[in-house]
């Protein structure tokens, strides 16, 4: 069945937020995407560190706010780490 | 601000730096200027020296480079990630890799390159993101006029604490990042705008919108990028849906949210003489449709409907408002007359005439 828009927009949604968390701020690419982590989910614990760092609401969730700053144009030099 | 991990810095101050390639979207003229510029901005502040090499290895290597450029850091295209550098050291350490799909200008348009090398120039000399949004070491771009610029105090004391003091006599400084609580914060003006209430200062505004608790701090550039920072005096007439803005002798208007073509003007065309040379607060009354305008201890009073200034005008300040002393900024909402001087805010009743309240400046962001 084709992808229904909101499910490609989530898809496309996520693809976004994995691709910024991975570049910038060290998630480890997932070999196994359907392997559930061990403990909090590390792409939650991530986004939490980017909406720390950019002093936006820690929910762990790509809301709003928090998908506005990934799409801004930025320099490609991770937040956290090298 | 922040350090590299491992906290890597050159060894000298004597650095070099060498232009591999140029982009064909801008001048190589403009390029090199640009390039010249940013590196300025970390010298001026340091004791750092950049001597320009045309053919051997540099320190510092800068260059355009598309997509994946062999550096294990692949360009994205368009937009998205701009440019990248590495952290001081040999071989790859130091340069700088700009992302050629990118639209590069000298100006407001695209991406200014001066701020992007700027920016990556902090990264050649060891320093990380900062998380000061106001910081030219944060990771998003934003513009600003390059005539314009100074780099933030945040990015000083990083540099500074990596490499030292500059041999000034005095130390340059830097413009800080507003803090919506910060208690000695004061406004150079305010206005409303459809509804929401635009504080300036420097070369941001503090936006509050009234469903909203905590203010958005945004660079001015970023919604208007012809407007220059510090900007006088601001009001809004709602009415025309129309805020004037005034910096020195001129005013831009904004109509919605840009920019009304053939601005700026002088403030003489609304009928100051031409002693006034720049107005320090305004606002506008929707009821009756005068604006007053406050210059020093007199305002004048200007007819919205006739476009022209009232007769019996300029008086005295403290006349007609009290004693509320030099006028910083001033607006208007819900009838009442809010009047900005230093860190302390006075809400006027014009019905009664009177001053009904004192309060501190930053009352409207809910510390």
């Known amino acids: 069945f084709p992808v229904a828009p909101e499910a490609e927009d989530e898809g496309k949604t996520l693809r976004l937020v994995e691709s910024y968390l991975q570049n910038f701020y060290g998630l480890q690419k997932d070999d196994h995407p359907y392997v559930r982590k061990k403990?909090?989910?590390?792409?939650?614990?991530?986004?939490?560190?980017?909406?720390?760092?950019?002093?936006?609401?820690?929910?762990?969730?790509?809301?709003?706010?928090?998908?506005?700053?990934?799409?801004?144009?930025?320099?490609?030099?991770?937040?956290?780490?090298? | 601000y922040v350090f590299?991990?491992?906290?890597?810095?050159?060894?000298?101050?004597?650095?070099?730096?060498?232009?591999?390639?140029?982009?064909?979207?801008?001048?190589?003229a403009d390029v090199d200027e640009a390039i010249q510029k940013a590196l300025s901005v970390w010298s001026n502040v340091t004791q750092l020296t950049f001597q320009k090499l045309e053919d051997k290895e540099a320190d510092i290597m800068i260059s355009f480079a598309y997509r994946d450029h062999q550096d294990n850091s692949p360009f994205d295209g368009p937009n998205g990630q701009l440019a990248h550098a590495f952290q001081p050291g040999e071989g790859i350490g130091g340069d700088v890799h700009l992302d050629e799909e990118e639209a590069w200008t000298k100006d407001g348009r695209g991406y200014n390159l001066f701020i992007v090398v700027?920016?990556?120039?902090?990264?050649?000399?060891?320093?990380?993101?900062?998380?000061?949004?106001?910081?030219?070491?944060?990771?998003?771009?934003?513009?600003?006029?390059?005539?314009?610029?100074?780099?933030?105090?945040?990015?000083?004391?990083?540099?500074?604490?990596?490499?030292?003091?500059?041999?000034?006599?005095?130390?340059?400084?830097?413009?800080?990042?507003?803090?919506?609580?910060?208690?000695?914060?004061?406004?150079?003006?305010?206005?409303?705008?459809r509804?929401?209430?635009?504080?300036?200062?420097?070369?941001?505004?503090?936006?509050?919108?009234?469903?909203?608790?905590?203010?958005?701090?945004?660079?001015?550039?970023?919604?208007?990028?012809?407007?220059?920072?510090?900007?006088?005096?601001?009001?809004?007439?709602?009415?025309?849906?129309?805020?004037?803005?005034?910096?020195?002798?001129?005013?831009?208007?904004?109509?919605?949210?840009?920019?009304?073509?053939?601005?700026?003007?002088?403030?003489?065309?609304?009928?100051?003489?031409?002693?006034?040379?720049?107005?320090?607060?305004?606002?506008?009354?929707?009821?009756?449709?005068?604006?007053?305008f406050f210059i020093a201890d007199r305002y004048w009073r200007y007819d919205e409907n006739k476009k022209s200034m009232d007769s019996a005008y300029p008086r005295k300040i403290v006349s007609d408002f009290g004693k509320i002393g030099r006028v910083d900024a001033v607006f208007q909402k819900n009838g009442y007359i809010y009047f900005f001087h230093g860190t302390t805010q006075f809400q006027f009743d014009p019905r009664a005439k009177r001053i009904v309240r004192k309060m501190k400046s930053i009352s409207w962001f809910n510390c």
């Open chain 1, 39 to 82: 403990g909090e989910d590390s792409l939650a614990a991530k986004l939490k560190e980017m909406q720390a760092f950019f002093g936006l609401q820690m929910t762990g969730k790509p809301d709003l706010d928090t998908l506005k700053m990934m799409r801004k144009p930025r320099c490609g030099v991770p937040d956290i780490g090298q």
């Open chain 2, 4 to 28: 590299t991990a491992g906290n890597p810095k050159w060894k000298r101050n004597n650095l070099t730096y060498r232009i591999l390639n140029y982009t064909p979207k801008m001048r190589q």
């Open chain 2, 118 to 193: 700027a920016h990556e120039l902090g990264h050649s000399l060891g320093l990380s993101h900062s998380n000061d949004p106001g910081a030219l070491m944060y990771p998003t771009y934003s513009y600003t006029d390059p005539k314009e610029f100074l780099l933030p105090q945040d990015d000083i004391d990083g540099i500074q604490a990596i490499y030292g003091q500059s041999n000034a006599a005095v130390q340059p400084t830097g413009p800080v990042t507003p803090q919506a609580c910060d208690p000695n914060l004061t406004f150079d003006a305010i206005t409303t705008l």
């Open chain 2, 195 to 292: 509804g929401e209430t635009i504080f300036f200062k420097g070369r941001y505004m503090l936006r509050k919108h009234p469903e909203r608790t905590e203010a958005e701090l945004n660079f001015i550039s970023l919604f208007w990028p012809k407007l220059p920072s510090g900007i006088q005096a601001a009001y809004e007439n709602i009415e025309r849906d129309e805020v004037l803005l005034f910096k020195e002798d001129k005013y831009w208007v904004l109509r919605g949210y840009d920019i009304a073509p053939g601005y700026p003007k002088q403030i003489y065309h609304l009928g100051f003489p031409k002693t006034v040379k720049r107005v320090n607060a305004a606002y506008s009354d929707e009821a009756t449709g005068k604006t007053y």
